[in-house]
């Protein structure tokens, strides 16, 4: 009984694990279904034919996108040492070093406010990055298609999608504590 009121407390050592394991688990399980609402989706007028084990750019978008979400979630400090504690590990599994990383993840995140300006709202951000670099325009009508921009009716079903990705940090700080 008294198991449900009293909270695990974690290390940002055991977030960073709890969070890079979630991500792309979650990645791993999930973009098979993304890349086949993608293929059918009736914004396009020919199929893109995503392969289904073509995450790697999902994967980083999925990833960027969630640490755009930590700065509101933790004080300034702790964002900090979570980052820098996914990062650590992080680096291991794509096998590279700690600046070249934090740069990929630098220009990912300037790729996704680009492609998003003006609107700051990063799921929708993840949308239209998801869009670019898949390079989703080719496949579209003729009018979107000269306009290199996503069909809005593919950007709000995206959006759906992406928000399935994002880490609930409400969930997890009803169970955890830091």
């Known amino acids: 009984m008294f198991s449900t009121l009293i909270k695990k407390k974690l290390t940002d050592n055991q977030v960073a694990n709890i969070f890079i394991n979630a991500i792309f688990e979650s990645v791993d399980n999930g973009f098979k279904e993304v890349a086949s609402l993608i293929n059918d989706d ?22 960027v996108g969630n640490l755009s979400f930590l700065e509101s979630t933790f004080d300034a400090e702790q964002a900090e040492r979570v980052e820098n504690m996914i990062f650590e590990k992080l680096i291991k599994m794509y096998q590279m070093e700690l600046v070249d990383f ?8 300037n790729f996704i406010m680009r492609v998003n300006h003006p609107s ?8 239209k990055a998801v869009f670019h670099k898949y390079k989703l325009a080719e496949y579209q009508d ?24 994002i880490w609930n940090w409400d969930a997890f700080f009803k169970k955890y504590r830091i």
Do not use: C
Not at 102 to 108: E, I
Not at 148 to 165: H, S, T, V, W
């Open 120 to 127: 700051k709202n990063w799921i929708y951000g993840m949308s």
């Open 142 to 165: 003729e009018y979107f298609k000269r306009m290199q921009a996503p069909n809005p009716l593919f950007l709000k079903r995206m959006d759906e999608i992406m928000g399935n990705f």
């Open 42 to 63: 009736p914004a396009f007028v020919h199929s893109p034919n995503i392969e289904e084990t073509n995450n790697g750019e999902f994967g980083l978008i999925v990833i």
């Open 102 to 109: 934090k740069a990929l993840v630098r220009d990912y995140q």
